[in-house]
């Protein structure tokens, strides 16, 4: 007898239950040691299941690294400072950022932890965090130009450069908190957004 034809709602809902089950497994044995019989045994479907969505356990992984990494892409390229008509709106846009990207970084914070352990795991997840850091930095760049072409920036910094220690200090911290305690995540977090706004402000900015 044939098996019953699986509509398209369905094997998007079995994929997402997939991908919800792999999260979990990454995040509490890592990447190496994670294997598709363990995300099989946590949805208590055979190793078959699985592999009719997904290629391999690098195929899986990589799935939710660029689905959070679209979710925090979106919100730097969201940031709005063309529309800024002076330097306290310019600095709102910022804040901005900052408040929803935190917000995913928490939502994340189990999950965001393996994929700063894995980066260097396989080649390919090393291709894709390169790449989008390489992302980041170009719209950390086009959020200072606009800045400077509006006169909110002083004109003597270099953006490419301001950008990419921007981005460093971000990364770095993100890195630092997603290795707390989870109650501590949240604190450094805040510490992180004050911190880089006092630098950006003191440095960056031009003063009236």
Do not use: C, W
Not at 96 to 104: L, N, Q, T
Not at 155 to 162: A, D, I, M
């Amino acid at each position: 007898m044939a098996r019953p034809e699986v509509s398209a709602e369905q094997k998007k809902v079995k994929r997402e239950a997939i991908l919800a089950a792999a999260r979990d497994v990454f995040a509490e044995k890592g990447f190496h040691a994670a294997g598709i019989a363990d995300i099989a045994t946590r949805l208590d479907v055979g190793h078959g299941t699985i592999y009719r969505y997904f290629e391999n356990k690098l195929d899986i992984f990589l799935t939710l690294y660029d689905a959070i990494n679209a979710d925090l892409l979106r919100i730097a390229r969201g940031t709005r400072p063309e529309l800024a008509t002076n330097t306290g709106e310019y600095i709102a846009e910022m804040q901005k950022f900052y408040s929803e990207f935190g917000g995913i970084f928490l939502r994340e914070i189990s999950h965001l932890r393996i994929f700063f352990d894995e980066v260097h795991a396989d080649p390919e997840i090393r291709k894709r965090f390169e790449a989008s850091q390489g992302e980041f930095q170009l719209a950390t760049e086009r959020f200072l130009q606009i800045g400077r072409d509006k006169g909110f920036v002083r004109r003597e910094l270099h953006v490419p450069s301001t950008a990419r220690i921007l981005n460093a200090m971000i990364f770095d911290a993100m890195r630092a908190a997603a290795s707390s305690a989870a109650e501590s995540s949240s604190n450094n977090l805040l510490l992180l957004a004050m911190t880089v706004m006092e630098i950006f402000n003191k440095g960056a900015l031009v003063r009236v």
